[in-house]
Antibody, heavy 117, light 113 residues
Framework: EVRLVESGGVLVQPGGSLRLSCAVS????????MHWVRQAPGKGLEWVAD????????HYVDSVKGRFTISRDNAKNFLHLQMNSLRVEDTAVYYC??????????WGRGTPVTVSS | DIVMTQSPDSLAVSLGERATINCRSS????????????LAWFQQRPGQPPKLLIS???TRESGVPDRFSGSGSGTDFTLTISSLQAEDVAVYYC?????????FGQGTRLEIK
């Protein structure tokens, strides 16, 4: 069974940067399509970004394009999300999710990011 | 972007009764080449991450009780819980993966009456 553990979520000021990480175990990481999904406090789910197994396909939701960068380290079994120029509206719990393609079948417990002055 | 709209926003059902949640996509999410609907359902219990219940509109994930079923095609889909149990109290989301960006419905909160 895939185990996903996120880290890196903290309180950061608007305009700041943050790097989230997700440690993946229990499955061959290099065979997994990986995603980040976020959930603002009391709100619904918003898909943020994804990255194919070999990094040949990467996609972002429009609201983070040019500010966030998804990456992966298949040798160390890690997924990352570099978040720059953070805005108050980026405040959310960020979930690391593995997929059978775009079927989001395993979720981590999430890491909270708060953007506030 | 494909907009997913769920109804109702909230629902209260008695234990043992049927619960029905609807989801409509703003465009067709049936891929005619393989006749698959690119639609998933998730359950999010309080304080928990979402859990995948159903993919391809009607395929239950391993370990999901058979009281959960999905149906529909094209643009209109339904999640049915045949006999509500206390542990089914949660928010339920539909999600399309037919085309990017992946989008979710706004969620339906299910409570016990």
């Amino acid at each position: 069974e895939v185990r996903l553990v996120e880290s890196g979520g903290v309180l950061v000021q608007p305009g700041g940067s943050l790097r989230l990480s997700c440690a993946v175990s229990g499955f061959t990481f290099s065979s997994l399509w990986m995603h980040w999904v976020r959930q603002a406090p009391g709100k619904g789910l918003e898909w943020v970004a994804d990255i194919k197994q070999d990094e040949s396909e990467i996609h972002y939701v429009d609201s983070v394009k040019g500010r966030f960068t998804i990456s992966r380290d298949n040798a160390k079994n890690f997924l990352h999300l570099q978040m720059n120029s953070l805005r108050v509206e980026d405040t959310a719990v960020y979930y690391c999710v593995s997929g059978r393609g775009w079927v989001l079948d395993n979720w981590g417990r999430g890491t909270p990011v708060t953007v506030s002055s | 972007d494909i907009v997913m709209t769920q109804s109702p926003d909230s629902l209260a059902v008695s234990l043992g009764e049927r619960a029905t949640i609807n989801c409509r996509s703003s465009q067709n999410i049936l891929y005619r080449s393989n006749y698959k609907n690119y639609l998933a359902w998730f359950q999010q219990r309080p304080g928990q991450p979402p859990k995948l219940l159903i993919s391809w509109a009607s395929t239950r994930e391993s370990g999901v009780p058979d009281r959960f079923s999905g149906s529909g095609s094209g643009t209109d889909f339904t999640l049915t819980i045949s006999s509500l149990q206390a542990e089914d109290v949660a928010v339920y989301y539909c999600q399309q993966y037919y085309s990017g960006p992946i989008t979710f419905g706004q969620g339906t909160r299910l409570e016990i009456k």
